[in-house]
């Protein structure tokens, strides 16, 4: 058990930041331009305090042990508050900066955050919006990413995160104009060559709602790269399900929409999910207040 009724110091928790990211004393020590046997010695002190190791030391190098990986979290909030303080400092009209990270599944990377960094870039050209698509789901308590845009399909266990808004973007049947121009004057979904998952993502949206509305479901053509089914639905290979995000309806695409409306499954609950130490510092803040502002955008052009 830690210690009662302790203070860590801010130099303590840069000391133990520098040997994680370094992965080394020696390392870390050079980074922080002390001694190693001081930084040792420092972190010695620490673990002392705080009546727990917090790494384990072998000729590979360094681990944390459990009550670091507790402590982590914090420390990497420390970190960024630590960050925003000195930028703060500098001068009261300083421009919000500084990397945001943000994590998406596929479709909504490419088709709401990619469009969406252009706004960003306008309101505060000093933030760098950082995307990490991809299915894996990363940890927002321990800091591997600041804001995630989430299927709502479930209620959230973690009380530290915060749901700070939610809509169910609508989808739609899109496909070239050459395509659509060659369909016959009356079509279904059957009529149609897909577009669809392929491999470990197979049971991802749209393939199990495709497989339930045409009977023995076959795609033309499947990947496990989101880009390149739209890339090939631009070629005329098919008809792929899209969101029907603001840059797809204000502005003229390759790809049209076609006659079949896509069902609710299609589209459940997208959530801005964000943790609460998080949440007010300004950087993370100024990209939050302009997702929300494009969900309110959204339902207005949609009527939602």
């Known amino acids: ?35 190693q046997p001081t930084l040792s010695r420092k972190i010695a002190d620490l673990e002392y305090m705080l009546g727990e190791t917090l790494f384990v030391r072998s ?17 990497q909030g420390m970190a960024q ?5 000195n930028l703060s400092l500098d001068t009261k009209t300083s421009p919000v900066s500084g990397v945001v990270s943000i994590s998406a599944a596929p479709s909504f990377a490419f088709d709401f955050l990619a469009p969406f960094a252009e706004t960003l870039k306008r309101k505060h050209p000093q ?14 308590s321990r800091g591997e990413v600041d804001i995630a845009l989430r299927l709502r399909k479930t209620s959230y266990d973690d009380p530290d995160l915060i749901i700070l808004d939610e809509i169910r973007i609508p989808t739609g049947v899109y496909a070239s104009r050459e395509y659509a121009q060659n369909l016959p004057e009356k079509y279904d979904f059957y009529d149609l060559d897909w577009i669809a998952w392929a491999d470990e993502h197979e049971m991802l949206s749209p393939n199990p709602e495709l497989a339930a509305k045409i009977p023995e479901f076959r795609p033309i053509f499947t990947s ?6 739209v890339a090939a639905c631009q070629a005329g290979v098919g008809a792929m399900v899209l969101l029907k995000t603001l840059h ?19 589209s459940p609950p997208l959530a801005i999910i ?5 949440v007010d510092l300004p950087k993370v803040r100024s990209v939050i ?11 207005k052009i949609l009527d939602l």
């Open 1 to 35: 058990m830690l210690r009662n009724e302790m203070e860590l110091q801010w130099d303590d928790i840069r000391l133990f930041l520098a040997i994680c990211e370094s992965g080394s004393m020696s390392k870390a020590a050079r980074y922080l331009k002390v001694s």
């Open 59 to 75: 000729n590979h190098g360094i681990s944390l042990t459990n009550t670091g990986k507790r402590l982590l979290p914090a420390a």
């Open 81 to 85: 508050w630590a960050a925003e303080a």
């Open 127 to 140: 933030i760098t919006l950082k995307v990490i698509s991809g299915m894996k789901r990363l940890n927002l």
């Open 224 to 229: 496990d790269d989101y880009s390149v089914q």
């Open 248 to 266: 797809r309806l204000k502005h003229s695409s390759e790809l049209v929409e076609l006659d079949l409306k896509a069902s609710p499954a299609f």
């Open 274 to 278: 964000c943790h609460k130490r998080l």
């Open 289 to 299: 207040t302009l997702l929300r502002q494009e969900f309110e955008e959204l339902r």
